[in-house]
Structures are given as C-alpha cells and as structure tokens.
C-alpha cells in the first residue's frame, strides 16, 4: 500500500496538471496511513478497498484539509470526513487530496474556477466537462485508483465521457450526502469515477448508506443498501431516441453513437426507438425554470455577503438569478415536471433502460470562454433530467471520435435500477461470445429457444473448414454430431450467434453429453467457439456428411 501512496505522488509530478487540484495531503502522511492499512491487512482484518487510493472533489469534506467549494474566500476546516468518505477509509481506500471544480458545482464546463480551468487529459485545449473536472482528469491520468464527484445536472457522466472513463450516478437518496456542500440539497448525488466499471461500482456500493446520513429528498430505509447482483433478463429491452433527438451533435458523434447501439445489440439486447421529448423538456426545467432558487438557497447568502470574494461571474450571475423565481413559480415547475415525468418516465413501463449519448460534444477551452452559458446548456441536453425524476445513470466509454477525442453512452433507468444498469453496462464493456451451431440450436429447431433465452443474436450463416464430418445422433430431440477428422472431411452449413459471456457459460455449465463446446475453424479462416460432439458418442451413428448440414439432411429425409 505504501509503494502504491509513493506512485500516486509520482504520478500527479509527472503529469504536471496543478489545476487538478486545491489541496494534497503531505505524501509522508500519506505514506504512513497507507503503512497503518498494511498492518491492519496484515492482522487480519477485511479491507476491501486496501491498496486504493482516492481523490475528493472539493465540495465534500475530508478531515484535515479544508474544504473551499472552489472558493478559497467560502473555505472552511472539517472536524470530519463526509459519511461517503469516512466509508471508503474504514473500508482501506487512502485520500490523496482535493480536486478543483466548477466553483460551487455550478457547471458542466470544468472552466469556472479562481484555481484554473481543468484541462482535458487527452487535449489540453478542450475542457476536461464538469463540475467535477478535477476528479475525472485524476482518474483519466492515472494519478487515483477512483475519485469522488457531485452531480446535480450532470457532473459525475459529462467529465466521464470527455475524459475516456466511468461514472456512476447512483439513485438520489443511496449515497450519503451529509458533509457535501449542497449545491441543489434535493438533487445532489456522490458519484464515483474509474478507469473500471467493477471498481466504480464496489466503491459506490461501499459507500451507499442509511436514511440516516442520506439526502433529506429520496433517503432510503436503513437496511435497503444498493441493488446488487443480477437484476436483468437475458434478453432485455433497451430503449434509444428518436433520430431527430440525436441532431446537434459534434460531427462524427451521431455516427459513433450508432456504432454503440448496434454493439449492444450485439450483446443480446433488443434496441427500441422512443421518443424522449418529455425527458429533454424536463432537462430543461433544471436551469431554465425555478429549480435554480434552491442554488440560491445553498449558497446565495454567502455570494451576497462576499460581493468581493473570489467568484466566477458566470457562477454569480447564475446563482443570484436564483433569488429571482417566486414560490408559485416553483409550484408551477413542479406541476410541469410531474406531467413530464409520468411521460417520460412511461419508457420504463416496457424498457429495462435508456441509451443515449452522454453528452453532445467535445468544446475547446475557447469555444467555452467565448459563450459559457450556451455551451453549458448544451452539455446536459442527456444529463439534466436524470436527477429531477429520481433516475440512475452509469456513463461507460465507447471508443473514440475524431480527432481521436473519448466517445461515451451513459445507460439511464428508474431509481433503484442500478444493478440492471450495471449489468447492461458490463455487458456492452465485454466483447459478446461467438458461438457456432449446426443442429438443433438452428433457427427453426427445437432447442433454438434456449439460445435466444440467453441473449444470443444470430449473426450469419457459416460453413466448417473442410475438416469435419456430422453425424446423426439417437437423441431427444435429434441432433446431429460434429468431429474434427484428420482426412476426408467436408465443409459443414451452420450459424453463427452472438451472445453475452454470462450467457455463454450458462450455455456451457448446461450442456448435456455426448455434446462439448470446442474450436471450430471455419470456411473463411477463422476460429470460433461452437458445439463439437465426443468421438466415442458417434459409434453406431449414421454419417450424415454427404448432406452437408442438418437442415439438408431434414428436408431429405421428409422427402
């Protein structure tokens, strides 16, 4: 643990990105907790998280450094960790320090900082997304094993998906937020970032907590942790929008996003087209109607009673219109969410999530300082509706864009989905199993179901190398039987199916003798997994080769 504590402060010197962050722990106190960690391990004593070191967006307290909300003017000196955080140390992980931010978590630009814009860890002229842009670029640099974020609008997914890595949001309420500086106190949710989707989620299991230390909005039941474990069917329905919902988009992205949508079909997922209008109405209700008062709730009478503070002006300016909205108003926007979100929320009814683009493009540092306000706006088109309807979200990278910037789709669904979203989202990170078939797994036969039951996709019609012979099997329901041989074999017909790796070793752990899933080289040169037969269960059987494939040798012998 020690030798990890030393490569993080080599790590942060290396990289040289002193916007990352406001504050570090001393490395010898660094190095002198992680040594207790070991000792504690070596004792005996269940860690989970020893090993792990961990960066603080500086809107959550950490005992020891103070905590400025991005204003050095507003900074105060906790006595103790935020719950969230005091979780992950008992549990072994180590803080490093804390992260720079749009001040006051107002924002999803990573520019509107007195301590420096964050700049992108892949371009430095592009912004890092925001607000919590120091603990993304952290992560994405390799300096922490994971970081802590906020999101209200969308600042635990956008700085994700701009910087090449996870972000979990988990439903309003599992997270404790006692000992964040709220920004909206209803909305806010702890996030967590990681270059791995596992770690992203044991962290925030980890840190999920009680009503009693929970967002006051949405807090659950002391024993009701996260969901975990498997909580989809094997074939679930993903919900997209509308193509006309994906105009505005950098260039390219439309293109990647479609990409990303037929991977995931791929993986044993129906994709259905929806229409989210009443999600993006919603999204805008967050900034352009009265839900802003409760920023100004947060922080207002601070901004008023320092007029000479360190403030970012765009962050004033939207904090104090703010005070503006009236208490009908808010009623009035409530009302409209509520209609909006029983439309919207409707998708769920027959969709076990939503896919969308994260966010809608990659701005440039210059593009952000000539029209702030626009570019935010922007940035939250797929993001700020999530925490208004009480929804989870996972944001997981999926491959590049041009000129080589991170591409990346944030998986949304009802609250208390996180699991299933977990599920989805693992899916799409691993590559779908291949598997060949040449009997009754066929469309049309008899044990094709129990295929389609398990998430596989056909995907094409395929041929053996001229290496195999088939065999009719005496089986219920009858099958036939593939061998290797060294001589005088033929070129059997068959499909290829793709399907999940979960499904693929049901698929295997099931499989009833004489049949053994092996190598099968294929007609075209490839290799893929498929269904073989043992050589000993062909004694007695009718060779069926001259057929050249069981659905031939069907139709011949109905004749």
Not at 178 to 189: H, I, K, Q, T
Not at 227 to 236: D, E, I, K, V, Y
Not at 372 to 384: F, K, M, V
Request: charged share 15%.
């Amino acid at each position: 643990m020690s030798a990890r504590a030393r490569a993080a402060f080599a790590r942060i010197r290396e990289a040289d990105r002193p916007e990352v962050w406001i504050s570090l722990r001393s490395e010898d106190d660094v190095v002198a907790e992680a040594e207790a960690v070991d000792a504690r391990v070596a004792a005996g004593e269940p860690l989970p998280l020893a090993g792990l070191v961990f960066a603080v967006k500086d809107n959550i307290d950490v005992r020891g450094l103070p905590t400025t909300a991005g204003c050095a003017a507003f900074a105060y000196q906790p006595d103790v960790d935020a719950e969230c955080v005091a979780r992950l140390r008992a549990a072994g992980a180590i803080v490093i320090g804390k992260t720079n931010l749009d001040q006051f978590a107002t924002g999803l630009v990573g520019t509107r900082s007195p301590f420096g814009a964050v700049r992108n860890a892949w371009d430095p002229e592009r912004i890092a997304g925001g607000s919590s842009s120091g603990s993304a670029v952290a992560v994405a640099l390799g300096e922490v094993d994971f970081a802590l974020g906020t999101d209200t609008a969308g600042s635990g997914r956008v700085p994700a998906a701009l910087n090449g890595i996870v972000g979990v949001k988990p439903t309003r309420g599992l997270v404790p937020t006692g000992g964040v500086v709220p920004a909206c106190r209803s909305l806010d949710c702890v996030t967590v970032f990681a270059a791995d989707l596992a770690l992203a989620r044991t962290v925030a299991e980890t840190m999920a907590g009680s009503a009693a230390s929970a967002s006051p909005v949405g807090a659950r039941a002391a024993a009701d942790r996260m969901p975990t474990g498997q909580a989809l069917p094997a074939r679930p329905y993903v919900a997209v929008p509308l193509a006309s919902q994906l105009s505005g988009l950098d260039e390219g992205w439309a293109e990647a996003f479609a990409a990303a949508v037929q991977r995931l079909a791929s993986c044993g997922v129906t994709i259905v087209e929806v229409d989210i209008s009443p999600l993006l109405q919603a999204a805008a209700l967050l900034y352009g109607g009265a839900f802003v008062a409760e920023r100004y709730a947060a922080v207002g009478a601070f901004i008023e009673q320092h007029p000479d503070a360190d403030l970012d002006p765009t962050v004033a300016a939207i904090i104090r219109a703010g005070a503006a909205p009236t208490a009908a108003d808010l009623f009035r926007d409530q009302e409209t969410l509520e209609r909006l979100g029983a439309e919207g929320l409707a998708i769920f009814d027959s969709c076990d999530a939503l896919l969308t683009p994260t966010t809608t493009g990659h701005p440039t540092l210059a593009a952000v300082a000539a029209d702030p306000i626009a570019a935010n706006s922007r940035l939250g088109r797929y993001t700020n509706y999530a925490n208004l309807l009480g929804l989870a979200s996972i944001a997981v990278p999926a491959g590049t864009v041009k000129p080589g910037l991170p591409f990346g789709v944030m998986f949304t669904g009802p609250g208390d989905s996180d699991a299933a979203l977990a599920e989805l989202a693992a899916r799409f990170a691993a590559p779908p199993v291949q598997v060949a078939v040449f009997g009754a797994h066929l469309r049309g036969q008899p044990l094709n179901a129990q295929l389609v039951s398990l998430g596989a996709t056909y995907a094409e019609d395929i041929a053996t190398a001229d290496r195999y012979r088939l065999y009719a099997l005496d089986t219920t329901p009858a099958k036939p039987g593939l061998v290797r041989v060294d001589r005088q074999g033929s070129e059997i017909a068959g499909e290829l199916w793709s399907m999940p790796a979960a499904g693929f070793a049901a698929l295997v752990a099931g499989l009833p003798p004489p049949m053994v899933i092996g190598t099968v080289a294929l007609a075209d040169g490839r290799t893929v997994p498929g269904f073989l037969c043992e050589p000993a269960a062909i004694a007695g059987a009718v060779d069926i080769t001259a057929s050249s494939g069981w659905r031939a040798h069907l139709a011949a012998t109905r004749q």
